[in-house]
């Protein structure tokens, strides 16, 4: 048995995050001692683990949830599971192909600010005009 500071040290999920999943549903509500202290077991430092990994993927707590639903059937096939995985991967991917164009648009603007004042600085007059063109449309 564990608890929830020994799960949080072996997981590195901080304690009101553990808190946080147990509410969500994510984790069993914990059994508690005597003293009334919650104490986990192997099974929810393995499924803490799991979902650890999962944020840290980036998956969303319904995803996770569902993904978790999924391993509950070991039996059943995987294109739930890949069908979630290529569906947040499609997401990472338009993040990515939005921050790239958000990078070459900021090289752009500091790449010609060569001013000396706030007066004539293209980084200024780049967003100026940026926003005046979005009022536009």
């Known amino acids: ?3 929830i500071g020994d799960l949080s ?3 590195g999920v901080k304690v009101p995050t553990i808190r946080y999943y147990e509410q969500m549903g994510l984790i069993a509500a914990a ?3 005597e003293g009334n202290q919650r104490r986990y ?3 929810d430092l393995e499924r803490l683990a799991f979902i650890r990994h999962a944020r840290d993927l980036g998956f969303d ?3 996770i949830r569902d993904l978790i639903t999924l391993s509950r059937h070991p039996e059943m096939p995987c294109a739930g599971a890949d069908r979630i995985a290529g569906e947040h991967l499609a997401a990472v991917r338009e993040k990515i192909a939005k921050l790239k164009k958000l990078e ?3 090289e752009r603007i500091v790449s010609h600010c060569g001013g000396h004042s706030v ?3 293209y980084v200024i007059r780049a967003l100026s005009d940026h926003a005046m063109c979005e009022a536009e449309h």
Request: charged share 40%; aromatic share 4%.
């Open 119 to 121: 007066e004539d600085c």
């Open 31 to 33: 059994h508690r001692s």
């Open 9 to 11: 040290r072996r997981t």
């Open 41 to 43: 077991e192997k099974a």
């Open 104 to 106: 070459h648009e900021l």
């Open 61 to 63: 707590i319904q995803a």
């Open 1 to 3: 048995m564990y608890s």
